[in-house]
């Protein structure tokens, strides 16, 4: 499938998934743009990929409405939407905060929801929407497994009803992204190194990894309402 002249959207590109996912897409003739809630963060993106073409920064902040109103209609007709982007608090149901878990659903579940329905698609544009393991194999975070069970709900419902517009849905395991470096060095070295034990596929994911699949699903035109699972055998472990 090819991206040339195709204009493909990255909300919550400046880091991790998003930003692997805009450096695979880059220079291979789409239409690029990247956006993320920070201004300086998009700024230095576009820096960083402006030799590979076609490229746009604009900054969406997935927790404010007049932002995603703004950033979707500055896209104009979109062909491809990835949304890596959100920032969740991580705690059990009886440590986090009721506030910090609902403004993990306003960026996560709410700012996608809000995305896509405001987004101008052309006939047979796609989305990949991300939820995660936590959906299915609950990790002491019942607030999150909530919102990517969420997302993966929207995800079924969107292909449903923006047909023949495709929505698929990535689920990730865990993935060594800047998403960890809240944890102190050692907690994450040793997280990763737990995990690379237990997971049949030996080891953690990258955001390359995940972005070659994200890319190959945005671009597949049989796949839609599915959610795919990236978890080096996580649910089977
Ligand atoms: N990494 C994992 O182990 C893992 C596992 C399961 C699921 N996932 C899911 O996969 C997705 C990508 O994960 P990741 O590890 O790549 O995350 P990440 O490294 O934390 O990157 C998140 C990206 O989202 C952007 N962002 C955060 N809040 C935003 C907002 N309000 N509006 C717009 N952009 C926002 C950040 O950019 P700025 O700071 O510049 O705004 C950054 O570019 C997330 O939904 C995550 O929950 C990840």
């Known amino acids: 499938m090819s991206l040339a002249g195709k204009r493909f959207l990255i909300i ?3 880091q991790g998934i998003g930003r692997a996912l805009a450096a695979l897409v880059a220079g291979q003739g789409a239409d690029l743009i990247v956006a993320s809630r920070s201004p300086e963060r998009v700024a230095k993106l576009t820096g960083e990929l402006a030799a590979t073409g076609r490229l746009t920064g604009k900054v969406i902040d997935l927790t404010d409405p007049a932002s995603i109103s703004a950033g979707m209609k500055a896209a104009g007709k979109i062909d491809h939407l990835a949304i890596p982007g959100s920032a969740v608090a991580f705690g059990s149901f009886r440590e986090l905060d009721v506030a910090d878990a609902m403004a993990s659903m306003l960026s996560k579940f709410w700012g996608p929801y809000q995305a896509v329905r405001e987004a101008d698609f052309s006939a047979r544009a796609s989305v990949a929407l991300f939820s995660g393991s936590a959906s299915r194999k609950p990790i002491g975070a019942a607030a999150l497994t909530a919102i990517n069970s969420a997302v993966e709900g929207l995800g079924r419902g969107l292909a449903h009803e ?6 698929n849905v990535i689920c990730p395991g865990l993935v060594d992204t800047e998403m960890w470096s809240r944890l102190p060095n050692g907690q994450r070295g040793e997280m990763m190194e737990q995990a690379r034990r237990r997971l049949p596929a030996r080891h953690v994911g990258t955001a390359r990894e995940i972005a070659e699949l994200t890319l190959a699903v945005l671009l597949n035109p049989y796949m ?14």
């Open 224 to 237: 839609t309402g599915t959610v795919v699972d990236i978890d080096g055998g996580g649910q089977v472990a």
């Open 12 to 14: 919550g590109a400046t």
């Open 162 to 167: 923006l047909a023949p517009v495709r929505v």
